[in-house]
């Protein structure tokens, strides 16, 4: 495995008149190998764009040092950049223009035959709107746009911020479908999103990053493991007395109106076997696993957040259970 | 190569640039009808007048100018109403750089030689205003469609990108000025040709027009430099175009008046638009207020002049300047 983008120890401190410095990224270290779907994650603001600029030279970092395609960035950029497709914050485009002479004019300077136009407009679905000026396009259609121009260097590396951003469910599909075409064409992709079920449905490895630091990286499974509670739920008749069963027999259980919640358990024989033994029969019993929202929410700080929209649901805040629940939903709707 | 080749399809397909364009067409043309609306050929009889009176005023010249040398020989005694210059040489028709002609006593009748340099003033003026609003709007809009970022993704070589799009738009610009002031005094001329006259064209015509067309020419170009320096400074269009209005209403008029309440002298010597008439019309004369106060008697002449040399100084080194600065802003910059 090769690498394909190495960042270690980059730093970004913007400064602004106003609000002085503000440090956009922090000591941030990545790997991403030839051939992955690499998901980049993290809160608003917590400098993933940032970083993606810096790495295609648009800002200037304080520190750190970044390799792209095997070429240090952003000295040796031009050397890779014909190799490198890549969209940054939904990029605009000039309004007047339509999106075939957007894209013929980027082709001529990049030195790409302009007859990939139209292949990349039918790719992303725009090839019967090409003619029409961007100034009318909606944001998803600029998306789609924005996604064509990076495609049209038949990039080996592709760099996404976002590119769902605006995207119907339809074209979200669609897009999934693409990266996972380009994927299995070999197509190196890095993809940063805040649809986390759509980063755990397309990408084999994830980094992380919180405040401008790395928090967690590695393949999504092994990421996920890491915060495996070994949580099992089980459903009996009167889930009061099976806790009790469960509380003696020295398990960490949490009671709720309608079943139990057992937490550090690896083997679920040893659940159904006490109960049984205490003559209590299990319904149920299903394992709670880690989703990439909970690790995500977990890691960024942003834990708190979960029981807002339960509150506002009506839900009783009885606290530790509800976390669960919404994990629980989660394995419900997967 | 490409990359010129893709910044002219994307300078040629500006809105803006088309507009001026149509706009230049459309001044052309109404100019050009109405000329020949207001312009007939001469008849022959007409000509012959003219010519007739032509010469009768210049005979007269010759009289006055004889007259004039027989009074201050003594020969002759001076008249009550002869106005005399100090020396006769002054008047001497042989010495005078342009002699009536046929062209001066006809009405209605187009001569070329006689406007071709204003009209090529104008079109020097409509086209540096071009060029600055170009230089300036053409790389204000990219920087702030993102269109410069989508490049640098491309061609992430940040002073080859800005030097493709500077040369491009300079390159650009001088073809179509060249067409376009080829096409312009073409067509005057043969609306002399074909219905008024062509005039005197011998001798000094075409080098001394060919030269204010030079220096018209480097002028449109300093100014579209000027407004791309400024506006990829500002980050914006409506930089350029601030910091002139801001230059023209704080330093050439208010700086002016404060240098007059202050008694400078020479004032007109810091302001840009002395150099820009030096430059365009070969010298100016200024005139220093100061010079001839009361303290001095006798004949002063308080006049001072600015050469074309130290106009095109001052203009090539602030626009050669403001380019430089913007490179090196634009090499480092942070681009969002
Ligand atoms: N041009 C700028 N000037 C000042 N501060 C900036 C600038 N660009 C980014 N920042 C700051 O840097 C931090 C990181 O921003 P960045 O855009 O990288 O976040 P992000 O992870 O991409 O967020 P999002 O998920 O919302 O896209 C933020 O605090 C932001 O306010
Ligand atoms: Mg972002």
Known sequence: MSAVIEIAGLRKTFHTLRHGRRVAVDGFDMLVEAGQVHGFLGPNGSGKTTTLRALLGLVRPDAGRMRVLGADSPEHLPDVAGRVGAIVESPQFFANFTAHRTLRLLALAGGVPTARVDEVLEQVGLRDRGDERVKGYSLGMKQRLAVASALLKNPELLILDEPANGLDPAGIREMRDLTRSLAEAGVTVLLSSHILAEIQLICDHVTIVSRGRRVAYGPVEEVLAGFDQHQWRVRVADPEQAGQVLGRAGLSVAVAPDHLVVTGVEDPETISRTLGEQGVWVRELVPLRPDLESVFLELTGGHEHVAVPRQVDGAPPSDGVIDLDVRESREVDA | ?336
């Open chain 2, 1 to 336: 190569m490409n990359l010129v080749r893709a910044e002219l399809e994307r300078l040629a397909a500006r809105r803006f640039v088309q507009l001026m364009v149509v706009l230049l067409a459309a001044a052309f043309a109404v100019t050009v009808v109405t000329t020949l609306a207001g312009s007939h050929r001469p008849s022959p009889a007409e000509l012959s007048r003219a010519q007739a009176q032509a010469a009768e005023n210049v005979r007269q010249m010759e009289m006055t100018y004889d007259r004039c040398l027989r009074i201050r020989e003594g020969s002759l005694p001076p008249g009550e109403n002869d106005y005399l210059p100090r020396d006769c040489a002054q008047i001497d028709p042989a010495q005078i750089e342009e002699l009536p002609s046929a062209a001066d006593y006809l009405s209605g009748v187009f001569v070329f030689a006689k406007e071709a340099e204003p009209l090529l003033y104008f079109l020097i003026a409509f086209l540096t205003l071009f060029g600055f609003l170009v230089g300036a709007s053409y790389i204000g809009a990219d920087l702030n469609s993102g269109g410069v970022v989508n490049l640098l993704l491309w061609r992430p070589r940040r002073p080859a990108v800005l030097a493709a799009k500077l040369g491009t738009l300079l390159g650009g610009l001088l073809g179509l000025s060249v067409l376009a002031s080829a096409a312009y005094l073409g067509a005057f001329w043969l609306i002399g040709q074909a219905s008024g006259l062509v005039g005197r064209t011998g001798g000094d015509f075409w080098p001394s027009l060919g030269a204010i067309w030079v220096r018209g020419l480097m002028l449109v170009l300093l100014a579209a430099a000027l407004g791309f320096a400024v506006a990829t400074l500002g980050r914006h269009t409506s930089a350029a175009l601030g910091t002139v209005a801001a230059y023209v209403v704080v330093w050439e008029l208010g700086a002016r008046l404060v240098f007059q309440m202050l008694e400078v002298g020479r004032p007109d010597r810091f302001m840009l638009s002395s150099y820009l008439a030096a430059w365009l019309s070969g010298e100016v004369r200024l005139w220093d207020n100061n010079a001839c106060g009361p303290g001095i008697s006798g004949y002063c002449d308080g006049s001072y002049t600015l050469t074309w040399t130290s106009g095109l100084v001052v203009l090539l080194g602030l626009t050669g300047a403001l380019v430089a600065a913007a490179f090196t802003v634009f090499r480092r910059r942070d681009l969002i």
